[in-house]
């Protein structure tokens, strides 16, 4: 286990935050901010998270920073050692395998069930959706592609309509966002392509062709889409102490 982490780039984000965490809800704001710390990558694998310096430096009493912490935790994005604190979760190979397994039948299935009953108006929904994609690839926003990328496969499980299927799904998201296995943010290749990709799943299903669309979308939960190759490039470890 890493050692407490040093002053980084993510205590410059809470001393320029500090002001707008008040006018909101403080615990939903400060939940905000450490999830797009870990998902940007300014807490890195292994990283402590120290609930009193972070109130301290937001100017914020602990308890609002304790219930951000224990949703990230339950999100699995961060796990929590006995008599030693919380640490960003690490991400292992074999468990983004794990999820992944897990993840093609259920794309299977929601593609199959979505492409027999989808209507225009959800059509436009997820057409809106790869707009963002667009849109935040340009940014090169790498946690509202992230976002925006996971609320695309949410609606086309929800839009197949099984509610069984929508909870197992449910089950499965918060644990692809931990092992980042959906819009990788250390993928290096073209998110132009990575949205584009998305586009080509609203065609399929907009075609109607249960089979076809099947497939493609369990190519896209296997990482057998046609899109640039992943290659992982770590970032310094940072975080605060």
């Not at 225009?120 to 790869?130: G, I, T, W």
């Amino acid at each position: 286990m890493a050692s407490t982490p040093q002053v980084s780039g993510f205590a410059s984000r809470l001393a320029t935050s500090k002001d707008s965490v008040r006018p909101i809800l403080i615990s939903d704001r400060v939940y905000e901010l450490l999830r797009q710390a870990i998902v940007e990558g300014d807490l890195a694998p292994n990283d402590r998270v120290v609930e009193s310096e972070i109130a301290r430096r937001l100017g914020v009493s602990q308890a609002p920073v304790r219930e951000a912490v224990k949703q990230l935790a339950r999100e699995g994005l961060l796990m929590h050692v006995p008599r030693r604190g919380h640490f960003v979760v690490e991400i292992s190979t074999r468990d983004a395998d794990y999820a992944r397994q897990v993840r093609e039948p259920l794309e299977r299935l929601g593609a199959t069930l979505a492409a027999a009953c989808v209507t225009a108006e959800q059509l436009d929904e997820l057409d809106a959706l790869v707009a963002e994609l667009h849109e935040a690839g340009r940014a090169n926003d790498v946690g509202r592609f992230r976002d925006v990328d996971i609320a695309f496969h949410t609606r086309v499980v929800q839009i197949a309509g099984n509610p069984f299927l929508t909870r197992m799904w449910e089950v499965l998201e918060p644990n692809l966002r931990a092992l980042r296995a959906i819009a990788d943010p250390l993928f290096e290749g073209d998110w132009r392509a990575m949205a584009d990709e998305h586009g080509r799943l609203v065609a399929l299903l907009r075609a109607g062709d249960p089979a076809t669309a099947a497939d493609a979308f369990a190519d896209h939960a296997a990482g057998r889409s046609p899109v640039p190759d992943r290659r992982v490039q770590r970032k310094p470890a940072s975080s605060v102490t």
